[in-house]
C-alpha cells in the first residue's frame, strides 16, 4: 500500500509542475503547500521532487538550445 501511495502522490506532484512550471508562480512553491496541506514528509518525496526540478530544468534547456539552432 505504500508503494500504491508513492506512485499517486508522484502523480500528483508531476502534475502540479507540468500545470505551474510556466506559469509566473512558483512551481515548486506549490508542490511545498501541496506536500504540506496533506502532511506527506518523506525523504524519497523529497529526493523526487528534485528529479523533478531538474527533470524540468533540462527539459527547458533542450527547448531553448533546439529553438536557436534555427537562427
Not at 31 to 39: A, E, G, N, Q, S
Not at 47 to 58: A, N, P, R, S, Y
Amino acid at each position: 500500500m505504500f508503494y500504491l501511495n508513492n506512485i499517486i502522490i508522484s502523480i500528483f506532484l508531476g502534475i502540479i509542475e507540468g500545470i505551474t512550471e510556466f506559469l509566473p508562480v512558483s512551481s515548486t512553491g506549490h508542490i511545498i503547500i501541496f506536500l504540506h496541506l496533506f502532511k506527506i514528509e518523506n525523504n524519497k518525496i523529497k529526493m523526487f521532487e528534485t528529479f523533478i526540478q531538474i527533470g524540468t530544468t533540462l527539459s527547458i534547456l533542450f527547448f531553448f538550445i533546439k529553438k536557436s539552432s534555427y537562427y
